[in-house]
DNA sequence: ACGCATTTGTTCGTATGTATT
DNA sequence: TAATACATACGAACAAATGCG
C-alpha cells in the first residue's frame, strides 16, 4: 500500500538531483506558494507581508507551519523578519544589506568608501558567450554597463555589466548615473527584478593593455577577475558581471563554514 | 551568521561587541552548553550524541528547546542530523564533507582529481607575523608545512601551513604524508581539534622566482593568493595557511546568497 | 508618560509521520 | 515487528519589541 521508499542510499549522497520529491511536508509547500507570491510581485521589496496569524488562517495551516516556512525564506534572504514589526520582503536596497553581494573589503587602515564613475551603458546585440549565461537567443538585445570603482580617486574595480535587454527597457546612463544606491535597488525600483543569488568565479590574470590604463596599473599587472553570474526568482539567470580587481589595498573576502 | 543578538538596533551594527546579553533565550543557553561540551570532547567527532529526549531530561528543558538549539549547531556545521538514526557531531573526515573548506573547482572538462606532494614539515620559531595571526608569544614553536597539489602531474596549489607547535606535538612528515584523507581529518583523529570555521582573504599577486619554479610557470605570472585562517572551539585560530593558486584550469568558486 | 494592541520570539506539551536498526 | 530517533504539525501561553493613542 505504501509507495516504494526511497533508496536508503539516497541521503548519503551529496545531493542527487532527485527524482522530484513526490511528497513534501506541508510546510515546505507553503514556504513555495509564498515563494511563488514573491516572484509574482504580490508584495513588492521592501514590503510587509501578511503576520503569520493571518498566513496561517489564508493558507488553513497552523501558525506555526506557516513560521517554519518563513523561517526557511528568511534564512534564505527571501525576507526579513522585525520583532514587533512584521516580516518584511528583503531588498537590497538597504543600508545593512547593501554590501550582500559585495565581498571587496579594504585591508587594515585602509578607506573603504568607494566612488562610482560610469563608462559606459548601451544596448547592443548580445555576444555569443553572454547570450549564453544569460540563456538569450543568439542575436537578442542586452545592455553594457560598463563602470569603475575609485577609492581615494585611485581605480580599484572595473566592471563589466551584461543584462537582458528585454528585462531592462528604458535603462539609461541618465537614469544609472543619477540612481543614488546599489544598483540592484535600482533593479528592483524601476524593472521589478530582485536578485536572489549569485555563483562567482575567482581567477587570477595579467592585465590587458586597455583594461590596464583605465585601472592605472602597468600592462600585465595581476589582476583579480571576479565573474558572477546572478539569478532572480524560478533561477533565472539576469545578470552577467565581470570584475576586474585590483587588490593591492583590498581584498576579496570570505567566510567558510 | 545567526542573528544572535535581541535588540533590533544591533543587528544594524557591524558587530558591536556586546554588554554581554546578560539573558538569553533558554535554547541559546542550551545551545552554549552543548558548544561547550563539544569543546571539551564530551562527543568526539563522528560520534552520536545523546537523543534529543534524553538531553531535554538531562537538561530540565522540553525536547523542543533542545532541538532548537541544536537546529543552529546543525546549522553551524558542529553537528551532523539524521533522521532514524541520531545526531553526530561533524567530523572532517567523511566524504561529503571533505571538501568543505575546499573552494578550487575545476573548469569545464578539466578532471578535478588532485594528488598530493608534500615538500616540507618541520618545526621553528615562528615569525612574527604567524605568530600574530596565531596568538603565539613570539619565538614560540610552530609547525611548517608545505605541499603541492597537482592535477595530471602538473602543479596546481602551492599551500603554506602554520600550526601552533604546542598543539601539534608529534606531527612529523612521515605521518602527514602517510596518511590518507583529508588533512583536517588526521587533525581531528590524532590532535583533537576540530577546524569550526575559516576566513579567507584571496588577492592576485605576481609570482615570485621561487614559487613560480615550484608551479612551474613564468616568473612574474599571475597567481591567486589565498590566505587562510582557521579556527576551532571559542574562536581560537589554530591554522595559517596561504595558498598559491593557479587558475589556467580551475577557478575558486564562491556562492552568494 | 503610560498603557494597549499587534507582531514576532520563546517555551512548553502532545500527537503523528518517517527512517533506521 | 518492534523500538528508537529525528521530522512534522498543531495548539497554547507568555515574553519582548514596536507603534499608536
Redesign the interface.
Known amino acids: 500500500m505504501a509507495p516504494m521508499s526511497p533508496s536508503a542510499d539516497a541521503?548519503?549522497?551529496?545531493a542527487m538531483p532527485g527524482p522530484a520529491p513526490a511528497f513534501s511536508p506541508l510546510y515546505q509547500q507553503i514556504k513555495a506558494l509564498l515563494l511563488a507570491r514573491l516572484q509574482a510581485g504580490e508584495w513588492r521589496p521592501g514590503e510587509v507581508i501578511p503576520s503569520e496569524i493571518e498566513l496561517a488562517a489564508r493558507f488553513k495551516v497552523s501558525q506555526g507551519t506557516v513560521r517554519k516556512a518563513i523561517d526557511e525564506l528568511a534564512q534564505?534572504?527571501h525576507l526579513v523578519r522585525?520583532?514587533?514589526k512584521g516580516t518584511f520582503v528583503a531588498t537590497h536596497a538597504e543600508?545593512?544589506t547593501q554590501y550582500?553581494?559585495l565581498?571587496l573589503m579594504p585591508d587594515e587602515g585602509v578607506d573603504g568608501r568607494l566612488q562610482r564613475r560610469l563608462l559606459e551603458c548601451r544596448r547592443m546585440r548580445a555576444p555569443a558567450e553572454v547570450a549564453r549565461a544569460l540563456d538569450l537567443k543568439s542575436g537578442e538585445a542586452a545592455v553594457q554597463i560598463r563602470r569603475l570603482l575609485l577609492s581615494a580617486d585611485q581605480p580599484v574595480v572595473l566592471d563589466e555589466i551584461w543584462l537582458p535587454g528585454a528585462l531592462f527597457r528604458g535603462l539609461t546612463a541618465e537614469r544609472l548615473s543619477s540612481w543614488r544606491g546599489p544598483m540592484y535597488g535600482l533593479f528592483e525600483a524601476e524593472f521589478g527584478l530582485r536578485m536572489v543569488?549569485?555563483?562567482?568565479?575567482?581567477?587570477?590574470?595579467?592585465a590587458q593593455d586597455d583594461d590596464a590604463a583605465v585601472l592605472a596599473v602597468p600592462p600585465?599587472?595581476?589582476?583579480?577577475?571576479v565573474e558572477?553570474l546572478s539569478y532572480t526568482y524560478g533561477d533565472k539567470p539576469v545578470e552577467l558581471r565581470r570584475g576586474l580587481?585590483r587588490?593591492e589595498q583590498f581584498?576579496?573576502?570570505?567566510?567558510?563554514?
Open positions: 541521503a548519503d549522497r551529496p534564505e534572504n522585525r520583532q514587533g543600508e545593512r550582500r553581494f565581498r543569488r549569485a555563483e562567482e568565479r575567482i581567477r587570477a590574470v595579467a600585465r599587472s595581476p589582476l583579480l577577475l558572477r580587481y587588490t581584498h576579496y573576502r570570505n567566510e567558510l563554514n
